[in-house]
């Protein structure tokens, strides 16, 4: 018998590999981690390692930690007064061409202080922890001017250390155009790719580029020269592509090799295969689709005939998504968009990984894996999806934090 710190034997382990099985799962598995890293897989008969801690998980389900591929969870203020405004008629449309929405965000934003940001958005963070969720892309763009696109940022990476999660941050600063350039939309863009992009660049505080492609956001052509930035300083990008109206982001970011295209309602047939020629994401968000009583689905269909790989977020906002429950949106992933329950799991361990660049760290239990893993009080990984509410995982290993 060789020698490791952790065992954990007689699980329903869902590797969520490709080994051939559904969810990758291996029955009575077993994997042994040593310094926060898988070293073995496979049938709890064959494990070759003795713990320093053994965990025998008696037949439950074992499964990676999971993963919230597209969230803006950093951000003061509140916006239920918007809810109620839609709920007698208002749409998101209207309410922010009259300064609500996004911009009213922003206001609150600009206002709080770096510690404000973190102590107001730590709360939401904590609650996806609880749900097995170790790994947020967290989003800026409630600030639009640079000082408060770092603030965001900044609070984004305090939250990693706070909440012991692994963050991905991603500049969205092209997420509105802020009411200070609203004559002068093309100088903002200037701001973004001149000032922003380099700027957050160089501190280090962003892993991607995102934009809001859309009527009430950015056209493709504004899009294109913030890719072209993002580009020029070795940032990839990622989408808000296709929500409400069909622009061709999908196809816009597939052609500079994005890591997702995200929301993607009214994606063309056309932008689907040029997602899955470039490999991009399609990241879906099952709570904005349904708070906002969006009628277009996403193209499912096509992205399993082209083979484009499906992820499931939260896209927590004060917007159009306001929760915190990566279940509930897995659930309602199967429900209102027709995905299984693997494609749904799947969304949210391997194929999130891939839309944050994480493929060969996170979202599969393999061997160089990231050593942190869940042990259900239930043994059918239907489930995970299944049931809302209550089901909290036990965090199995030592949060390391460093990997990214
Ligand atoms: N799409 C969304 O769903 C969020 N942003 C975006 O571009 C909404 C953000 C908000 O309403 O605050
Ligand atoms: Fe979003």
Request: with cysteine; glycine share 8%.
């Amino acid at each position: 018998m060789k020698n490791c710190q952790h065992v954990i034997r007689h699980a329903n382990l869902i590797t969520c590999q490709d080994n051939g099985n559904p969810y990758g799962l291996i029955e009575d598995g077993a994997l042994a981690i040593d310094q926060g890293k898988i070293i073995w897989v496979g049938k709890s008969i064959l494990c070759p390692y003795q713990g320093t801690k053994e965990v025998n998980a008696k037949g439950q389900l074992v499964s990676p930690a999971l993963i919230d591929c597209h969230t803006h969870l950093v951000f003061a203020g509140n916006r239920a007064n918007e809810f109620a405004m839609r709920l007698t008629g208002t749409s998101y449309e209207e309410i922010a061409q009259n300064g609500g929405g996004i911009l009213s965000t922003v206001q609150a934003t600009r206002e709080a202080t770096l510690d404000d940001l973190v102590s107001l958005s730590l709360p939401r963070a904590m609650d996806l922890r609880s749900q097995g969720v170790l790994t947020i892309e967290i989003k800026s763009g409630y600030g639009l001017d640079l000082e408060t696109e770092i603030k965001m940022l900044k609070a984004a990476r305090t939250l990693a250390l706070k909440a012991q999660i692994d963050v991905k941050t991603t500049l969205l600063a092209a997420h509105a155009v802020p009411p200070e350039y609203k004559e002068n939309r093309s100088s903002y863009i200037d701001l973004i790719c001149q000032e922003i992009i380099p700027e957050v660049s160089r501190q280090g505080l962003a892993d991607a580029v995102d934009a809001f492609c859309e009527g009430i956001g950015f056209s493709v052509a504004e899009t294109r020269r913030v890719f072209d930035a993002a580009a020029r300083w070795g940032l990839p990008v990622k989408l808000h592509a296709d929500q409400l109206s069909d622009l061709s982001g999908s196809t816009l970011v597939a052609e500079y090799g994005g890591l997702s295209a995200d929301h993607v309602e009214y994606a063309s047939e056309k932008g689907v295969k040029a997602m899955a020629k470039s490999d991009t994401i399609a990241t879906l968000l099952p709570y904005a689709f349904y708070a906002l009583q969006e009628k277009n689905k996403p193209p499912v269909s096509w992205f399993r005939k082209h083979g484009v790989d499906m992820a499931i977020a939260t896209d927590c906002n004060p917007g159009t998504a306001p929760t915190t429950n990566l279940h509930q949106c897995l659930h309602m992933a199967c429900t209102l968009f027709g995905l299984t329950t693997e494609e749904a799991i799947l969304g949210v361990t391997r194929n999130a990984a891939k839309a944050l660049a994480l493929e060969h760290k996170k979202g599969q239990i393999d061997i160089g894996f990231d050593g942190t893993i869940l042990l259900w009080n239930f043994k059918d990984p239907a489930e995970l999806v299944y049931w809302q509410g209550h089901h909290r995982p036990q965090i199995i290993h030592t949060y390391s934090n460093t990997q990214i």
